[in-house]
């Protein structure tokens, strides 16, 4: 069976090798820590996200420093109970970066996020975002949903992929778990 142009698209970034990403790599250093791209640079995984080449959608490049994920030390006081850094920050990168850039841009809605790749000090990552206020968005069928105010705030609130996947949210797989519970919608321990 005939493969479409995005499978081929996505197996050759697979087949990308650090040497080919190195220069990318050392440019997106330099530039700000969000950056707004025309357009998407994985344009395979950008559509199965939902992205569309139309007004309304916008793409940002999000750079995140890699490391140093440990609660900050307690400083007021001598309370022990309070001086360990054993807690690690559980939210993934990815989240992360959605979040930041949710707050970059707060008139618009984050609508999921890839990876992009990594060095020894960052992680790059590509956030979709779109403008819930503008009437090509709203009068399409198949994203209208992200105007609608209950949407709002997605990546702070943690409804993103990202955002739920760290939460131990998702499908009933081995790792992820399905909330809310039977527990918690009264059907047992009653």
Not at 133 to 146: G, S, Y
């Amino acid at each position: 069976m005939a493969k479409g142009m995005y499978h081929y698209i996505g197996r050759a970034w697979r087949g990308l090798e650090r040497k080919e990403m190195q220069p990318r790599y050392i440019e997106w250093r330099a530039s700000d820590a969000i950056v707004e791209v025309e357009k998407p640079l994985r344009l395979d995984r950008a559509r199965a996200l939902g992205y569309k080449a139309k007004k309304g959608f916008f793409v940002v490049r999000v750079r995140l420093n890699r490391g140093g994920r440990k609660r900050s030390r307690h400083t007021h006081g001598r309370k022990s109970r309070k001086q360990h850094v054993r807690k690690i920050l559980k939210m993934s990168y990815q989240w992360v970066a959605e979040q930041r850039a949710e707050k970059r841009y707060p008139n618009l809605e984050v609508l999921n996020s890839y990876y992009l790749g990594k060095d020894g000090q960052h992680y790059f990552f590509e956030v979709i975002l779109v403008d819930p206020f503008r009437n090509e968005i709203k009068n399409d069928r198949t994203i209208n949903w992200i105007c609608n105010i209950e949407n709002k705030n997605r990546a702070q609130r943690g409804l993103t992929t990202a955002g739920k996947k760290s939460r131990g949210l998702g499908t009933k797989s081995r790792n992820m778990k399905t909330r809310p519970s039977g527990r918690a919608w009264g059907r047992i321990g009653k």
